[in-house]
């Protein structure tokens, strides 16, 4: 009788288990959390709705309420600035019209207002590599160079017809903030950009993009390239179409007469997303995850051309990451918080005692190899990342070259069937 059993999955699911993996932390809340920020790989703070504020220093596996119910709106983004000091940003829980900002310089003890809004406070965030400039979207964007004592306003009306509720740095010079501009029908991308610390912003040039989708999402994977990750509206309403765009090349351009703008070169890297991404994180140009609405963290290896559902959140949505060197923290709604464990390198593929598949990476083709010289009789299955199955390749002798030149680069799952093993074990292999 034949027995069933390797099912491997071959593309990211995980790295290694005991290297690189998402794993849920109790954030002892079952508030909803909006952000998280960590200062060090165990130091950081998560924040969320009805003044939850909790700060962990062993990364993660306790958590500290530092608010002493001093503040009681919902608070939408943090800054950890160092040790003592945190910056916080909420929104009104009575009138969502009016957000404020708030100070602590010794670790939570005592909170200090210092600026309100007129506009939701959507997002919060240190200048790259700065240790005081910090800048805030509200009805503007502004700016302090020391941490909240004066403020310059960079940009009016970003929350009118236009929404900017996102604001990322790709170092010290170089960032984006981005959000929607709101038609008659539809929505479309928009984002400002600086390359001189936030000194100057400039309007992203809108006819440099390939359609008219809204931004749900934008990341970095170097100062001069962006992905866009867009989501089509259709008569105001979210369509389940989503794509995601790089853009690259920037440029900054005046016409005359006419508004300066950044010109830039856009290419569409995938036309059909698998899910609505609320945040994104690339370790480098091939590696990158992004949060799902629908609770699923997304993975991809070949810069966004394919991805694979890595981990579910039990259909709890995700909202925000936040990285430290190579390790990572996404929170969401119900208090939801995983932590991610991994190598900013192409993973290794891990061997057991009596199969090894290999090279891992590859491109063309991978070997099937018994580690104890015994012959493999049956037959290997592939599919790819939707369960489609895609290719079959017959089994028999100790080592088995399996041909896969045809197959897109992505994730794919095996299923082998064969009377001499008897275990059954999950793996990977990342084909480019």
């Excluded at 969320?48 to 002493?68: E, F, K, M, P, V």
């Excluded at 989501?231 to 765009?245: A, D, E, K, T």
Aim: glycine share 8%.
């Amino acid at each position: 009788m034949k027995k069933h059993f390797i099912i491997l999955s071959l593309l990211i699911l995980h790295y290694q288990l005991s290297i690189a993996q998402w794993t849920p932390l109790n954030s002892t809340t079952t508030n909803y959390l909006n952000d998280v920020d960590f200062l060090t790989s165990n130091y950081g703070v998560i924040v969320g709705n009805s003044g939850t504020i909790l700060l962990t220093q062993d990364g993660g596996s306790t958590w500290n309420d530092i608010n002493h119910n001093s503040i009681f709106d919902d608070i939408h983004s943090v800054s950890v600035i160092n040790f003592d000091t945190i910056l916080i940003s909420t929104r009104h829980s009575i009138s969502y019209t009016i957000g404020s900002v708030y100070k602590t310089t010794d670790g939570g003890l005592n909170w200090n207002f210092i600026r309100s809004d007129q506009g939701l406070i959507h997002k919060m965030e240190l200048n790259n590599l700065s240790s005081s400039k910090i800048f805030t979207l509200g009805n503007s964007l502004v700016s302090s160079n020391d941490l909240g004592a004066s403020w310059d306003t960079l940009i009016t009306n970003t929350s009118t017809t236009v929404s900017i509720d996102q604001l990322k740095f790709a170092n010290k010079n170089v960032g984006h903030a981005s959000g929607i501009v709101s038609g008659i029908v539809s929505n479309s991308a928009y984002f400002y950009r600086t390359e001189n610390a936030g000194k100057n912003w400039y309007v992203g040039d809108v006819f440099s993009f390939p359609n008219s989708d809204a931004l749900s999402a934008m990341c970095f994977i170097n100062p001069d390239t962006a992905l866009v990750f867009m989501q089509r509206f259709v008569s105001w309403n979210p369509s389940n179409f989503n794509s995601l765009i790089k853009i690259f090349d920037f440029k900054l351009y005046s016409a005359f007469p006419g508004d300066t703008v950044f010109t830039f070169t856009s290419m569409m890297v995938k036309d059909t997303m698998p899910a609505y991404s609320n945040d994104a994180y690339f370790i480098d140009s091939k590696q990158g995850f992004s949060l799902g609405n629908d609770g699923i963290i997304y993975s991809t290896v070949d810069g966004g051309l394919n991805w694979s559902s890595w981990y579910n959140v039990n259909f709890n949505s995700l909202v925000q990451l936040d990285f430290v060197g190579n390790i990572g923290y996404a929170v969401g709604e119900n208090g939801s918080l995983v932590k991610y464990f991994g190598t900013t390198g192409i993973p290794t593929f891990e061997k057991d005692n009596n199969l090894s598949i290999f090279p891992n990476p590859t491109t063309n083709y991978f070997n099937l190899k018994t580690l104890n010289s015994k012959n493999l009789t049956g037959a290997l299955r592939i599919y790819n990342s939707l369960g489609q199955f895609v290719l079959e390749e017959k089994i028999n002798g100790s080592i088995n070259q399996i041909d896969i030149s045809k197959l897109r680069s992505g994730i794919y799952e095996i299923e082998f069937i064969s009377n001499e093993l008897n275990y059954s074990k999950k793996e990977k292999v990342i084909k480019y």
